[in-house]
């Protein structure tokens, strides 16, 4: 799979998760958090799933999967433990949508990074499919570098950059300093 680095704002898309345990209920959590709007297929499913439907943070089908719950929607995941299942998932996709096999990656489009949220700042490591958890270890050991001061730090630069850029400097000496502002990383806290 060639890798395409994105930032994709999911608000308000409609994104359907056939299956709901423990690797599904990790990609609904990250569905929510990018405000999809969340449709589960799945006889059975985990506390977090069940909390989330009572709550009405999403809608729960309790049944086993039809190729029509897939229509309407612009994104797919197939999660569900059966090999099966998660293929005629992806053969009933339209090849328009946006879609995530997570035992058979080659068979959608899109995979999921090891992520790391700092405020504004995100990190997402992939190995290909290589072997997910050295992305975790890798994630791991840039989150140490990269520590929660991060957020404040990011939310610091916005206004010395706007300062910068709003300043009556002549366009020369406005690139020097965005450029110094961009290489001041790591000595200073907060
Ligand atoms: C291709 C990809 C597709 C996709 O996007 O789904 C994929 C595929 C597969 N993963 C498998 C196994 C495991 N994956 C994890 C964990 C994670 N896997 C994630 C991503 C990805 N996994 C994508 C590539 C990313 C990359 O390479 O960089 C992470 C980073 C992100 C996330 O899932 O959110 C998340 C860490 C979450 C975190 O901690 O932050 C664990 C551990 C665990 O679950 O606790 C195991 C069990 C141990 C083991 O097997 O090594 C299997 C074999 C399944 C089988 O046995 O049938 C396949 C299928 C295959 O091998 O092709
Ligand atoms: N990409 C990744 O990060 C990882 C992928 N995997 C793969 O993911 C698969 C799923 O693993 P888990 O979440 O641990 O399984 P699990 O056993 O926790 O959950 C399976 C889910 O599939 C649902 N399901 C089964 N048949 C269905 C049907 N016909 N229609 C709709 N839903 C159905 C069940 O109700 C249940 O909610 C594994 O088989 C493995 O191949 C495993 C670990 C990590």
């Known amino acids: 799979m060639k890798v395409v680095p994105i930032m994709a704002d999911f608000h308000d898309r409609s994104a359907v998760v056939i299956g709901a345990g423990k690797v599904a209920t990790r990609r609904i959590r990250w569905l929510l958090d990018a405000g999809a709007r969340v449709t589960v297929v799945a006889p059975l499913a985990s506390a977090s799933v069940r909390q989330w439907a009572d709550t009405g943070l999403l809608s729960w089908k309790q049944k086993t999967f039809e190729p029509e719950d897939l229509r309407d929607a612009w994104i797919v995941v197939a999660a569900t433990d059966s090999p099966e299942v998660n293929d ?82 002549d366009e020369a000496e406005k690139q020097e300093r965005l450029k110094r502002l961009a290489m001041d990383f790591g000595c200073e806290k907060g």
């Open 88 to 169: 005629s998932v992806a053969a009933g996709s339209h090849p328009r949508q946006w879609v995530n096999v997570v035992d058979r990656p080659e068979r959608g489009n899109f995979q999921v990074p090891a992520r790391l949220t700092r405020g504004r700042l995100t990190l997402a490591v992939s190995t290909g499919g290589a072997s997910p958890l050295l992305a975790v270890r890798i994630r791991d050991v840039l989150s140490e570098l990269f520590d929660d001061t991060w957020e404040k730090r990011l939310e610091k630069k916005i206004r010395e950059r706007r300062e910068i850029k709003e300043s009556g400097m």
